[in-house]
């Protein structure tokens, strides 16, 4: 099983960016498809972005589209989500996951229960 590091949260201004990385141990990680979840306080973990373990195909929660975007960069085990234009409502503690699969469709994986590896998140907090 993978161990996934998030890192990259804070402090940001509305309409400002930040980039969050999701670090994993393990080569196999750059087999995995990968999603970044979001939870605000006393609110459910919610989908933002997936991407498949390529980085050909992605998926976007309608709330991000346009301004989030997910990459990877599997040299360095590592996904990203570049944060821009970032509103007060995407203030919550930022997950990401993943899950030794195959023969997936990425655009079906938005749920918390289709991933089985999680970090520990980090907190972006957007002031207006």
């Known amino acids: 099983q993978v161990q996934l590091v998030e890192s990259g949260g804070g402090l940001v201004q509305a309409g400002g960016s930040l980039r969050l990385s999701c670090e994993a141990s393990?080569?196999?990680?750059?087999?995995?498809?990968v999603g970044w979840f979001r939870q605000a306080p006393g609110k459910e973990r919610d989908f933002v972005a997936a991407?498949?373990?390529?980085?050909?195909?992605?998926v976007y929660a309608d709330s991000v589209k346009g301004r989030f975007s997910i990459s990877r960069d599997n040299t360095k085990n590592t996904v990203y989500l570049q944060m821009n234009t970032p509103e007060p409502e995407d203030t919550a503690i930022y997950y990401c996951?993943?899950?030794?699969?195959?023969?997936?469709?990425?655009?079906?994986?938005?749920?918390?229960?289709?991933?089985?590896?999680w970090g520990q998140g980090t907190q972006v907090t957007v002031s207006s």
């Open positions: 996951a993943s899950r030794p699969v195959i023969g997936y469709t990425i655009s079906t994986m938005t749920q918390p229960s289709d991933f089985s590896s």
């Open positions: 393990g080569r196999a990680f750059s087999t995995y498809p």
């Open positions: 991407i498949t373990w390529s980085g050909r195909d992605t």
